[in-house]
Protein backbone atom coordinates (compact mmCIF):
# COMPACT_ATOMS: atom_id res chain seq x y z
CA UNK A 1 0.00 0.00 0.00
CA UNK A 2 2.83 2.23 0.92
CA UNK A 3 4.72 1.88 -2.38
CA UNK A 4 1.12 2.46 -4.26
CA UNK A 5 0.63 5.61 -2.45
CA UNK A 6 4.29 6.68 -3.45
CA UNK A 7 3.68 6.10 -7.14
CA UNK A 8 0.68 7.73 -6.91
CA UNK A 9 1.60 10.82 -5.72
CA UNK A 10 4.71 10.76 -7.65
CA UNK A 11 2.32 10.67 -10.60
CA UNK A 12 0.45 13.52 -9.43
CA UNK A 13 3.27 15.60 -8.48
CA UNK A 14 4.61 15.31 -12.11
CA UNK A 15 1.43 16.33 -13.38
CA UNK A 16 1.00 19.06 -11.52
CA UNK A 17 4.69 20.06 -12.59
CA UNK A 18 4.00 19.75 -16.04
CA UNK A 19 0.27 21.58 -15.61
CA UNK A 20 1.95 24.81 -13.82
CA UNK A 21 5.08 24.72 -15.97
CA UNK A 22 6.65 24.74 -12.89
CA UNK A 23 9.54 23.96 -14.85
CA UNK A 24 10.19 27.51 -16.50
CA UNK A 25 9.50 29.01 -13.40
CA UNK A 26 12.13 27.26 -11.46
CA UNK A 27 14.39 28.27 -13.88
CA UNK A 28 13.16 32.04 -13.79
CA UNK A 29 13.41 31.74 -9.95
CA UNK A 30 17.51 30.38 -10.12
CA UNK A 31 18.06 33.12 -12.53
CA UNK A 32 16.81 35.73 -10.23
CA UNK A 33 18.63 33.90 -7.65
CA UNK A 34 21.85 34.00 -9.66
CA UNK A 35 21.47 37.55 -10.73
CA UNK A 36 20.09 39.50 -7.12
CA UNK A 37 20.30 37.08 -5.07
CA UNK A 38 17.10 35.05 -4.22
CA UNK A 39 14.39 34.33 -6.11
CA UNK A 40 11.16 32.86 -4.92
CA UNK A 41 7.98 30.58 -5.63
CA UNK A 42 4.60 32.03 -4.02
CA UNK A 43 1.58 29.44 -3.21
CA UNK A 44 -1.87 30.15 -3.59
CA UNK A 45 -4.92 29.13 -4.06
CA UNK A 46 -7.56 29.68 -6.72
CA UNK A 47 -11.30 29.17 -5.59
CA UNK A 48 -12.79 29.99 -9.13
CA UNK A 49 -10.33 27.45 -11.14
CA UNK A 50 -12.51 25.39 -13.79
CA UNK A 51 -11.55 21.56 -13.82
CA UNK A 52 -13.22 18.61 -14.92
CA UNK A 53 -15.25 16.68 -12.39
CA UNK A 54 -17.37 13.94 -12.83
CA UNK A 55 -20.94 14.50 -11.93
CA UNK A 56 -23.47 11.43 -11.42
CA UNK A 57 -27.12 11.79 -12.64
CA UNK A 58 -29.53 12.25 -10.07
CA UNK A 59 -32.18 9.80 -12.12
CA UNK A 60 -30.05 7.28 -13.49
CA UNK A 61 -27.09 7.52 -11.58
CA UNK A 62 -24.91 7.36 -14.30
CA UNK A 63 -21.41 9.35 -14.20
CA UNK A 64 -20.30 11.76 -16.77
CA UNK A 65 -17.33 13.89 -17.34
CA UNK A 66 -18.52 17.80 -16.86
CA UNK A 67 -16.27 21.44 -16.55
CA UNK A 68 -17.00 22.89 -13.16
CA UNK A 69 -15.12 25.01 -10.57
CA UNK A 70 -12.98 22.66 -8.39
CA UNK A 71 -9.61 25.66 -7.53
CA UNK A 72 -6.09 24.85 -8.55
CA UNK A 73 -2.93 25.61 -6.69
CA UNK A 74 -1.38 28.73 -7.81
CA UNK A 75 2.57 29.08 -8.13
CA UNK A 76 4.16 32.42 -9.33
CA UNK A 77 7.76 32.95 -9.97
CA UNK A 78 8.99 36.22 -8.06
CA UNK A 79 11.68 38.77 -8.01
CA UNK A 80 13.63 39.89 -5.18
CA UNK A 81 12.01 43.52 -5.65
CA UNK A 82 8.69 42.25 -4.82
CA UNK A 83 9.81 41.02 -0.64
CA UNK A 84 10.44 43.45 2.44
CA UNK A 85 11.71 41.55 5.18
CA UNK A 86 11.49 43.04 8.57
CA UNK A 87 15.23 41.46 9.84
CA UNK A 88 17.76 42.02 7.22
CA UNK A 89 20.36 40.27 9.53
CA UNK A 90 18.66 36.97 9.25
CA UNK A 91 19.54 34.48 6.71
CA UNK A 92 16.50 33.03 5.47
CA UNK A 93 12.98 33.17 5.44
CA UNK A 94 12.51 30.36 8.17
CA UNK A 95 14.39 33.30 10.48
CA UNK A 96 12.28 36.29 9.58
CA UNK A 97 9.42 37.49 12.08
CA UNK A 98 7.37 39.08 9.55
CA UNK A 99 7.58 40.00 5.65
CA UNK A 100 5.56 41.95 3.04
CA UNK A 101 4.98 40.98 -0.31
CA UNK A 102 4.29 44.02 -2.37
CA UNK A 103 3.24 43.22 -6.31
CA UNK A 104 1.57 45.17 -9.34
CA UNK A 105 -1.87 43.49 -10.01
CA UNK A 106 -5.11 44.44 -12.68
CA UNK A 107 -7.83 45.71 -11.24
CA UNK A 108 -9.77 43.03 -12.56
CA UNK A 109 -7.70 40.80 -10.37
CA UNK A 110 -8.22 42.77 -7.52
CA UNK A 111 -12.12 42.75 -7.98
CA UNK A 112 -12.57 38.80 -8.98
CA UNK A 113 -10.10 37.90 -5.75
CA UNK A 114 -11.47 40.27 -3.21
CA UNK A 115 -15.38 41.03 -5.17
CA UNK A 116 -16.65 42.44 -1.28
CA UNK A 117 -13.61 45.36 -0.90
CA UNK A 118 -12.52 45.41 -4.45
CA UNK A 119 -14.68 47.55 -5.42
CA UNK A 120 -13.41 50.47 -3.78
CA UNK A 121 -10.07 49.86 -5.39
CA UNK A 122 -8.74 52.83 -7.90
CA UNK A 123 -5.69 52.64 -9.87
CA UNK A 124 -2.86 53.90 -9.20
CA UNK A 125 0.75 54.61 -10.96
CA UNK A 126 3.23 52.66 -8.92
CA UNK A 127 6.01 53.62 -11.46
CA UNK A 128 8.55 54.43 -8.28
CA UNK A 129 7.62 50.79 -6.39
CA UNK A 130 9.17 49.04 -9.17
CA UNK A 131 11.63 51.48 -10.27
CA UNK A 132 14.51 48.98 -10.24
CA UNK A 133 12.83 46.13 -11.43
CA UNK A 134 11.79 48.50 -14.61
CA UNK A 135 15.03 49.39 -15.30
CA UNK A 136 16.21 45.77 -15.57
CA UNK A 137 13.43 44.80 -18.06
CA UNK A 138 14.77 47.57 -20.15
CA UNK A 139 18.09 46.71 -20.20
CA UNK A 140 19.58 45.86 -23.76
CA UNK A 141 21.21 42.35 -23.55
CA UNK A 142 23.71 43.30 -26.47
CA UNK A 143 25.12 46.69 -25.09
CA UNK A 144 24.24 46.24 -20.96
CA UNK A 145 22.71 50.03 -22.07
CA UNK A 146 19.12 51.06 -21.46
CA UNK A 147 17.48 50.60 -25.08
CA UNK A 148 14.27 52.66 -26.05
CA UNK A 149 11.84 50.58 -24.20
CA UNK A 150 12.77 52.27 -21.51
CA UNK A 151 8.78 53.60 -21.11
CA UNK A 152 6.95 50.04 -21.80
CA UNK A 153 6.60 48.94 -19.02
CA UNK A 154 5.23 51.75 -17.74
CA UNK A 155 2.82 52.22 -20.75
CA UNK A 156 1.58 48.86 -21.05
CA UNK A 157 -0.20 48.82 -17.52
CA UNK A 158 -2.24 51.89 -18.96
CA UNK A 159 -5.68 51.52 -20.87
CA UNK A 160 -6.70 53.83 -24.00
CA UNK A 161 -7.16 56.70 -22.55
CA UNK A 162 -3.80 56.58 -20.52
CA UNK A 163 -5.37 55.66 -17.23
CA UNK A 164 -3.49 53.05 -15.01
CA UNK A 165 -4.96 49.41 -14.52
CA UNK A 166 -3.08 48.00 -11.77
CA UNK A 167 -2.56 48.69 -8.08
CA UNK A 168 0.25 48.02 -5.49
CA UNK A 169 -0.82 44.93 -3.29
CA UNK A 170 0.93 44.56 -0.52
CA UNK A 171 0.40 41.76 1.83
CA UNK A 172 1.73 40.98 5.36
CA UNK A 173 2.73 38.49 6.88
CA UNK A 174 3.47 37.36 10.56
CA UNK A 175 5.05 35.12 12.24
CA UNK A 176 2.98 33.04 15.41
CA UNK A 177 3.71 35.05 18.61
CA UNK A 178 2.31 34.26 21.89
CA UNK A 179 -0.25 36.85 21.60
CA UNK A 180 -1.09 35.13 17.89
CA UNK A 181 -0.55 31.31 17.78
CA UNK A 182 -1.76 30.95 14.49
CA UNK A 183 0.17 34.12 13.01
CA UNK A 184 -0.96 37.19 11.07
CA UNK A 185 -2.19 37.80 7.63
CA UNK A 186 -3.32 41.08 6.05
CA UNK A 187 -4.00 42.46 2.61
CA UNK A 188 -3.81 46.18 1.70
CA UNK A 189 -4.55 47.67 -1.82
CA UNK A 190 -4.80 51.52 -3.01
CA UNK A 191 -5.43 51.97 0.87
CA UNK A 192 -7.95 50.01 1.30
CA UNK A 193 -7.54 46.72 3.70
CA UNK A 194 -9.27 43.58 1.56
CA UNK A 195 -8.40 41.15 4.01
CA UNK A 196 -7.56 40.22 7.74
CA UNK A 197 -6.79 37.42 9.64
CA UNK A 198 -5.55 36.25 12.86
CA UNK A 199 -4.41 33.16 11.15
CA UNK A 200 -1.67 32.50 8.17
CA UNK A 201 -2.70 31.02 5.16
CA UNK A 202 -2.86 27.59 4.20
CA UNK A 203 -1.91 26.03 8.08
CA UNK A 204 1.65 26.83 7.50
CA UNK A 205 1.90 28.49 10.66
CA UNK A 206 3.33 25.36 12.22
CA UNK A 207 5.90 24.88 9.80
CA UNK A 208 9.33 26.18 10.46
CA UNK A 209 8.54 28.61 7.29
CA UNK A 210 5.49 29.13 8.51
CA UNK A 211 5.00 31.84 4.94
CA UNK A 212 3.83 30.39 1.88
CA UNK A 213 6.74 31.30 0.19
CA UNK A 214 9.82 29.32 -1.00
CA UNK A 215 13.45 30.89 -1.49
CA UNK A 216 16.11 30.16 -4.33
CA UNK A 217 19.42 31.64 -2.85
CA UNK A 218 22.85 31.68 -4.67
CA UNK A 219 24.96 32.00 -1.72
CA UNK A 220 23.90 32.20 2.03
CA UNK A 221 25.80 34.69 3.44
CA UNK A 222 25.94 34.97 7.69
CA UNK A 223 24.63 37.80 9.27
CA UNK A 224 22.99 38.92 6.04
CA UNK A 225 19.72 38.05 4.16
CA UNK A 226 20.83 39.86 0.66
CA UNK A 227 24.43 38.78 0.26
CA UNK A 228 26.32 38.70 -2.60
CA UNK A 229 26.22 36.27 -6.24
CA UNK A 230 28.58 34.18 -8.05
CA UNK A 231 28.08 36.09 -10.54
CA UNK A 232 28.58 39.47 -8.82
CA UNK A 233 31.92 37.66 -7.32
CA UNK A 234 33.03 37.12 -10.88
CA UNK A 235 33.09 40.80 -11.45
CA UNK A 236 36.70 41.43 -10.67
CA UNK A 237 38.47 38.33 -11.94
CA UNK A 238 36.77 39.11 -15.03
CA UNK A 239 37.79 42.63 -15.28
CA UNK A 240 41.68 41.71 -14.72
CA UNK A 241 40.93 38.44 -17.55
CA UNK A 242 39.84 41.29 -19.82
Known sequence: KDKMDARTTGKVLDYIWRKLHLEAKYRESVEWAETCSRGYWWFSWDPEAMGRVEIPDPTTGQKSIQEGVVG???VESGSPFELLVGNPGASSLAQQD????????TLDYIRGRYPEK???????????????????????????????????????????????????????????TYEMPKGKYCVVAGGVLLKESDELPFGFHDLDN??????????????????TTVLEQLIEPQREYN
Open 98 to 105: EIIRAKDR
Open 118 to 176: GKYISSENSRDTFHYEQQIASLNTNTGLFSGTAGFGASSRKDLEGNPTTVTVKEYFRRP
Open 72 to 74: EVV
Open 210 to 227: PFPCVEFCDVTTSGQYWG
